[in-house]
């Protein structure tokens, strides 16, 4: 069964540090991956995603990933946070075979300190 | 467009009473979803519908009833609420053609008592 584990539950920040969130999912086959933001009081809301070609990719609001097919990872980045980055970041996988189901790691609250 | 809408935004039920959750879509997908979401859990997958006309259980459906009452709407019923059933509901859409990008709505949060 596939599955998507995210290391961190909470991270703490000051405004202008590095930022990396990491993700590791468990498949053998062919994935799509994404990289989903909830900011406080509103809905989940696409950050990144990769389908297919250069495994670095770019996402809204300076946020970037890579997926590192031998380690099963995607982790996302960014090299300096701003305070507006609070939220909690959820990575997910669906796989090329596996029909219409998204799985979804346990997230990880994000906040920045001003 | 307004995107995935979610009615209602917050509901207060005993435990035993019914209630249906809507949800409605205006970008034309034809793939709908019912997750909730649970503190350390992420969001699970109760139902989904692939194309209008179809349904299928995801990994939490026990207590759930959905309709895809059209290609738009997608509701999730609970037809004897428990308190393990507080959460909070997001539907989602997405196109049936992968990446499947998913869309969601705002949340229903769901206090079962």
């Known amino acids: 069964a596939q599955s998507v584990s995210q290391h961190n539950h909470h991270v703490i920040l000051s405004e202008a540090a590095s930022l990396e969130l990491g993700c590791n999912y468990s498949y053998g086959g062919t994935v799509n991956l994404f990289w989903y933001v909830q900011y406080p009081g509103q809905h989940l809301q696409l950050l990144l995603k990769y389908f297919s070609g250069d495994p670095l990719v770019k996402g809204i609001k300076g946020f970037e990933a890579e997926f590192i097919k031998s380690k099963f990872s995607f982790n996302l980045r960014k090299p300096s946070v701003q305070w507006s980055d609070t939220a909690e970041y959820f990575c997910a996988v669906n796989a090329r075979s596996g029909g219409f189901k998204t799985i979804f790691g346990a997230g990880t609250r994000l906040f920045v300190k001003a | 467009n307004a995107g995935v809408t979610q009615t209602p935004k917050f509901q207060v039920l005993k435990t035993g009473q019914s209630m249906t959750l809507q949800c409605a879509q205006d970008m034309n997908h034809n793939s709908m979803y019912w997750y909730r979401q649970d503190p350390g859990m992420g969001l699970r997958l109760i139902y989904y519908s692939a194309s209008e006309g179809t349904t299928d259980k995801g990994e939490v459906p026990n207590g759930y009833n959905v309709s895809r009452l059209n290609k738009r709407e997608f509701s999730l019923r609970l037809e004897s609420a428990a308190p393990s059933q507080t959460s909070v509901y997001f539907c989602?859409?997405?196109?049936?053609?992968?990446?499947?990008?998913?869309?969601f709505g705002p949340g229903t949060r769901l206090l079962v008592l």
């Open positions: 989602a859409s997405s196109e049936v053609d992968r990446p499947r990008t998913q869309y």
